[in-house]
T-cell receptor, first 112, second 114 residues
Framework: KQEVTQIPAALSVPEGENLVLNCSFT??????LQWFRQDPGKGLTSLLL?????REQTSGRLNASLDKSSGRSTLYIAASQPGDSATYLC???????????FGDGTTLTVKP | GAGVSQSPRYKVAKRGQDVALRCDPI?????LFWYQQALGQGPEFLTY????????KSGLPSDRFFAERPEGSVSTLKIQRTQQEDSAVYLC????????????FGEGSRLTVL
C-alpha cells in the first residue's frame, strides 16, 4: 500500500526566506506527483504536476523536483511571502493501486 | 463552469438523517472524484467516475455511502443514516483525462453530524 509522508508537519519562517518542503512515498511505481496548496476552510489549489518521466517543474517562485528511484519530491519556494502561508499537500498517482494517495501536508507560516 | 462547484458548502445533520452533496465539475472534464478529508489530514479517496461509469468505489467506507453521475456531468454523493464519524469535509475533483491528469478541486462540503 502506497504511503505518502510529509515532513515537517509545520514550518514557520521569516518573510523573504527560501524554503523546501518534503514529500516521500513508499512505492516508486507512480505515474505523476502533484503539489497542492490548501488555505483554511478552502479546497485544494493545484500548484505543480510532475509526470514520472520528468525531474522538475517550475512556476514562478515555485520549483518542484521528483526523484522516483528514491521516492522523494521537494517543493522549493523562493523569497517566501506572508501570502504563501497555507498547508501544502503532495499526491502521487500510484499505478499499482490505480488511485492518488495524499500526504497529510505541511502547514507553512511566513511571518512578516 | 470556470471551476469545480460544490454545494452545500456547509451541512449540519442529525444522526440518522440522509444527506446529499452535489458536485458540478469543470465543463468537458470526463473524470470526477470524491475524497473525504478529516481535520488535519490529507484527503482520502472515496470513488471515481469516468463519464457516467463508476470505475472505482473501493474507498467508500460503508454501504451507507452512494455516489452517482447519471449523465456524466453533475455528481451526487449520498450518505444514508449519517453517523458522527461521517463528519468531515467532502471534496470533489475533476480531471480532463483520467486519474493520471491534473486534478482540480472544489471548495468542499463540510458535513457535521450531531
Amino acid at each position: 500500500k502506497q504511503e505518502v509522508t510529509q515532513i515537517p508537519a509545520a514550518l514557520s519562517v521569516p518573510e523573504g526566506e527560501n524554503l523546501v518542503l518534503n514529500c516521500s512515498f513508499t512505492d516508486s511505481a507512480i505515474y505523476n506527483l502533484q503539489w497542492f496548496r490548501q488555505d483554511p476552510g478552502k479546497g485544494l489549489t493545484s500548484l505543480l504536476l510532475i509526470q514520472s518521466s520528468q525531474r522538475e517543474q517550475t512556476s514562478g517562485r515555485l520549483n518542484a523536483s521528483l526523484d522516483k528511484s528514491s521516492g522523494r519530491s521537494t517543493l522549493y519556494i523562493a523569497a517566501s511571502q506572508p501570502g504563501d502561508s497555507a498547508t501544502y499537500l503532495c499526491a502521487v498517482y500510484d499505478t499499482n493501486a490505480g488511485k492518488s494517495t495524499f500526504g497529510d501536508g505541511t502547514t507553512l507560516t511566513v511571518k512578516p | 463552469g470556470a471551476g469545480v462547484s460544490q454545494s452545500p458548502r456547509y451541512k449540519v445533520a442529525k444522526r440518522g438523517q440522509d444527506v446529499a452533496l452535489r458536485c458540478d465539475p469543470i465543463s468537458g472534464h470526463v473524470s470526477l472524484f470524491w475524497y473525504q478529508q478529516a481535520l488535519g489530514q490529507g484527503p482520502e479517496f472515496l470513488t471515481y467516475f469516468q463519464n457516467e461509469a463508476q470505475l472505482d468505489k473501493s474507498g467508500l467506507p460503508s454501504d451507507r455511502f452512494f455516489a452517482e453521475r447519471p449523465e456524466g456531468s453533475v455528481s451526487t454523493l449520498k450518505i444514508q443514516r449519517t453517523q458522527q464519524e461521517d463528519s468531515a469535509v467532502y471534496l470533489c475533483a475533476s480531471s480532463l483525462g483520467g486519474f493520471t491528469g491534473e486534478l482540480f478541486f472544489g471548495e468542499g462540503s463540510r458535513l457535521t453530524v450531531l
